[in-house]
């Protein structure tokens, strides 16, 4: 056991253990709530396990991505999602006068000092995109978004890989 919680009263590892168990149950209401479920459900396990294959096999599958999603939501890092789909939706934009307008919602929402959905950036990094704000091109995020999918791929995935979710999707029957 670690030292620690070797000091805590019984009561209080007890508390933990029952806090984790209502907070699965909880994270598992919130999917069928959310439609995950049905989702779910509706994939063969080949598919599921396909998941754990790569990052990149995950995020490809619109299902995957949505209880990868509500993964990162349970952990309070739904941001660093966001902010790489918000990043992809950029890069598609056509209209040039809706790009400055796009590039300064993602800086001010993801990346600017205490940003409401600040992600966890280094200053070079930060740095850099700022400089790319001043004449914002499709490209403008292309290293705070790199540098935040290689978080949520060594960071998150391999958390992901071995949460309840995951592992109970992977298990469950499927119909």
Known sequence: ???????????CLERAKELKARFGSFLKQELNTMGHSQKTDKLTLEDRKKWSLSFHELLACK????VFRAFLSSEYSEENITFYLACEDFKITKNSSKLCSKAKKIYEEFICCDAPREVNLDHETRSITLKNMEHPTLSSFNLAQSKIYTLMEKDCYPRFLKSTVYQELITQHVG
């Open 1 to 11: 056991m670690c030292r620690a919680l070797e000091h805590l009263p019984i009561t």
């Open 63 to 66: 299902e995957g991505l949505s």
